[in-house]
């Protein structure tokens, strides 16, 4: 081979991009196609496929093909110098030719890590990608900005059933401190098979599993809406892609990981007013050996679980449907909870196993004999944690109601029977 004219080498570089077109075009698997013997690189063909950095790594695949060596790399997710992005894998002209930016190298050199970033007035199909709030979103004197700022969302696949988006940051103006009602910004997705609940204030570590149903193939719209209420919001959402085999379970807005883990109304980071029209489930995956799973208020001594009410008082079940009692039907509910593994309310309501609604002001409370932190623990399964919050917060009752915090902890088989 290293007898070859110089004509030859041309027609085998050209031969050789010939065939990287024809199959990154049809697959999700990208592939590069190198000539083994005219070692490392054709001259030629080196700037178009990127391939100067070819090393012997244990993800790609190789195999011959006549005279010539085809590299397959995955679009696999990959990682910047940036803690806060992640790309995916590409090749450095397929990085350029769907608007992304290269940020680093991956697949042992074969590709670049590609990071998508979109604002107003765009659109992606890509995995990955972050929508951020414009530059004009940025203090300007007094006055915040008014914005009505969308991104078209596309399917990246026939095999992608939902959208997980990861609020990296978020930081809207505030819930109207009667209504609850998101009426000065706001967030909202529209298109999917189920819309979750607008939201607005602060909400940065929180995230959203969107549904894209089964025969939607039209886009979902993120919308940000600003009145210029607050001087400075921001945003940056991660929005990935996730195949239907890696999905969260059917009707979970929120999906958890982990054997313990913190979970939070909208906007309880506002520490103003939980939001009104709250409407979706929190699931929690059972991880290997553990049956049930209790919840506890994040810090009992600040008050992380107010939901009706305003007087340190806690209620269950149907005293939660109650706005007489309660001053509104807000409540969450945990199926079969119990206070201490056995039953709930000792002393209160005997021959009551378990209560499934809670609301109130103390999370504490609802069993009188119980200490601080006052676990409620259910073992239903899937875990599941419904919130109920209905359309105002007019009441009196309501002041303060800044939501929840609960800390949940998995509990393994063998401490029950
Ligand atoms: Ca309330
Ligand atoms: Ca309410």
């Given at each position: 081979?290293?007898?070859?004219?110089?004509?030859?080498?041309?027609?085998?570089?050209y031969?050789?991009?010939?065939?990287?077109?024809?199959?990154?075009?049809?697959?999700?698997i990208?592939?590069?196609?190198?000539?083994?013997s005219?070692?490392?690189?054709?001259?030629?063909?080196?700037?178009?496929?990127?391939?100067?950095?070819?090393?012997?790594?244990?993800?790609?695949?190789?195999?011959?093909?006549?005279?010539?060596?085809?590299?397959k790399?995955p679009?696999?997710?990959?990682?910047?110098?940036?803690?806060?992005?992640?790309?995916?894998?590409?090749?450095?002209?397929?990085?350029?030719?769907?608007?992304?930016?290269?940020s680093?190298?991956?697949?042992?050199?074969?590709?670049?890590?590609?990071?998508f970033a979109?604002?107003?007035?765009?659109?992606?199909?890509?995995?990955?990608?972050?929508?951020?709030?414009?530059?004009?979103?940025?203090?300007?004197?007094?006055?915040?900005?008014?914005?009505?700022?969308q991104?078209?969302?596309?399917?990246?696949?026939?095999?992608v059933?939902?959208?997980?988006?990861?609020?990296?940051?978020?930081?809207?103006?505030?819930?109207?401190?009667?209504?609850?009602?998101?009426?000065?910004?706001?967030?909202?997705?529209?298109?999917?098979?189920?819309?979750?609940?607008?939201?607005?204030?602060?909400n940065?570590?929180?995230?959203?599993?969107i549904?894209?149903?089964?025969?939607?193939?039209?886009?979902?719209?993120?919308?940000?809406?600003?009145?210029?209420?607050?001087?400075?919001?921001?945003?940056?959402?991660?929005?990935?892609?996730?195949?239907?085999?890696?999905?969260?379970?059917?009707?979970?807005?929120?999906?958890?990981?982990g054997?313990?883990?913190?979970?939070?109304?909208f906007?309880?980071?506002?520490?103003?007013?939980?939001?009104?029209?709250?409407?979706y489930?929190?699931?929690?995956?059972?991880?290997?050996?553990?049956?049930?799973?209790?919840?506890?208020?994040c810090?009992?001594?600040?008050?992380?679980?107010?939901i009706?009410?305003?007087?340190?008082?806690?209620?269950?079940?149907?005293?939660?449907?109650?706005p007489?009692k309660?001053?509104?039907?807000?409540?969450?509910?945990i199926?079969?909870g119990?206070?201490?593994?056995?039953?709930?309310?000792?002393?209160?309501?005997?021959?009551?196993?378990?209560?499934?609604?809670?609301?109130?002001?103390?999370?504490?409370?609802i069993?009188?004999?119980?200490?601080?932190?006052?676990?409620?623990e259910?073992?239903?399964?899937?875990?599941?944690?419904?919130?109920?919050?209905?359309?105002?917060?007019?009441?009196?009752?309501?002041?303060?109601?800044?939501?929840?915090?609960?800390?949940?902890?998995?509990?393994?088989?063998s401490?029950?029977?």
């Open positions: 081979m290293g007898q070859l004219t110089l004509p030859a080498k041309i027609l085998l570089a031969l050789g991009l010939f065939l990287v077109s024809v199959v990154t075009s049809t697959d999700y990208r592939e590069y196609s190198t000539n083994s005219l070692s490392p690189v054709p001259p030629y063909a080196a700037h178009e496929v990127d391939f100067e950095n070819a090393g012997n790594g244990t993800s790609r695949k190789e195999k011959l093909l006549n005279i010539f060596t085809i590299v790399f679009n696999d997710a990959c990682w910047t110098g940036d803690a806060l992005r992640s790309g995916v894998c590409y090749t450095s002209r397929e990085c350029r030719e769907r608007g992304g930016t290269p680093g190298a991956c697949a042992t050199g074969f590709g670049v890590c590609c990071i979109r604002t107003c007035g765009q659109s992606t199909k890509e995995n990955c990608t972050y929508f951020t709030s414009p530059r004009e979103a940025r203090y300007v004197g007094n006055v915040g900005p008014v914005m009505n700022c991104l078209q969302v596309y399917k990246g696949g026939w095999d059933c939902q959208l997980r988006l990861d609020f990296l940051h978020f930081d809207l103006g505030p819930p109207d401190p009667w209504s609850g009602q998101c009426n000065k910004d706001a967030f909202l997705v529209t298109g999917s098979a189920y819309s979750p609940p607008v939201i607005c204030g602060k940065t570590g929180q995230h959203m599993y549904d894209l149903g089964g025969h939607n193939y039209g886009p979902i719209t993120l919308t940000v809406t600003t009145s210029g209420y607050h001087k400075d919001p921001g945003w940056d959402i991660k929005i990935t892609q996730v195949r239907c085999c890696d999905r969260a379970p059917d009707g979970c807005l929120q999906y958890h990981y054997v313990s883990g913190v979970i939070k109304s906007n309880f980071d506002g520490w103003d007013q939980h939001l009104a029209n709250q409407w489930s929190i699931c929690v995956r059972m991880e290997a050996g553990f049956c049930a799973i209790k919840y506890e208020e810090d009992p001594e600040k008050g992380t679980f107010r009706s009410r305003d007087d340190k008082k806690s209620q269950t079940d149907g005293e939660c449907l109650n007489k309660a001053g509104s039907s807000d409540h969450i509910l199926p079969c119990t206070t201490d593994g056995n039953k709930i309310q000792a002393g209160k309501k005997k021959g009551v196993p378990c209560a499934n609604r809670f609301c109130g002001t103390s999370f504490c409370s069993d009188k004999k119980a200490k601080s932190p006052c676990p409620v259910s073992h239903t399964k899937p875990f599941t944690l419904r919130v109920c919050f209905d359309d105002d917060e007019y009441s009196k009752k309501e002041t303060e109601n800044v939501g929840f915090c609960l800390r949940y902890t998995q509990l393994p088989c401490s029950h029977k």
